[in-house]
């Protein structure tokens, strides 16, 4: 088994490096990428989610699903993170982001991502499509900014569809 992990690890750190924004990137494709990585974090996805509470209708509905979703998945992610306990990535030429914490695997950020898209999506299905792909491109960022590796982001998005289809008869 130690082989199998070792060359996942291998492939994940080749990946990573690949889609690695370069430190030569504009300013432009620096700023973009640090957008959508705030998106997924913990003020952007609470605020999406807490906000229509108070609606009627399927925004309302939305809300509460996103929200319930949300904070399953993420207690689920800091129960993950400490018991695997991966370091982030060390980069040559770290960008400057703000690290929430010191491990990596699962991503949070994806992880609240895809909740609240999941959330989102149960009850605006026109919207799915949408919202699941801007959930996918705050993966993608944590990768492209060096935050996670691939793996992390795959599984934190596993997580979220885990928690989703396990919540789905209560919510």
Do not use: N
């Amino acid at each position: 088994m130690p082989g199998i992990v070792h060359r996942v690890a291998q492939r994940d750190q080749a990946l990573l490096e690949r889609l690695l924004l370069s430190p030569t990137a504009s300013r432009a494709r620096r700023l973009f990428w640090s957008v959508v990585t705030h998106s997924g974090g913990v003020c952007a996805s609470l605020s999406i989610s807490l906000a229509p509470l108070w609606l009627d209708g399927a925004l309302g509905e939305g809300a509460r699903r996103a929200t319930i979703l949300l904070l399953t998945s993420h207690l689920m992610v800091q129960v993950v993170k400490r018991a695997v306990s991966r370091p982030r990535p060390v980069l040559r030429s770290p960008l400057r982001i703000r690290v929430p914490d010191r491990f990596s695997f699962p991503s949070g950020h994806a992880a609240a991502a895809a909740s609240v898209a999941l959330g989102y999506a149960s009850t605006h299905t026109h919207l799915a499509i949408p919202m699941l792909a801007a959930a996918a491109l705050v993966g993608m960022s944590r990768v492209v900014l060096g935050m996670h590796f691939p793996a992390d982001v795959v599984a934190g998005q596993l997580l979220a569809f885990l928690t989703a289809i396990a919540l789905a008869p209560v919510l």
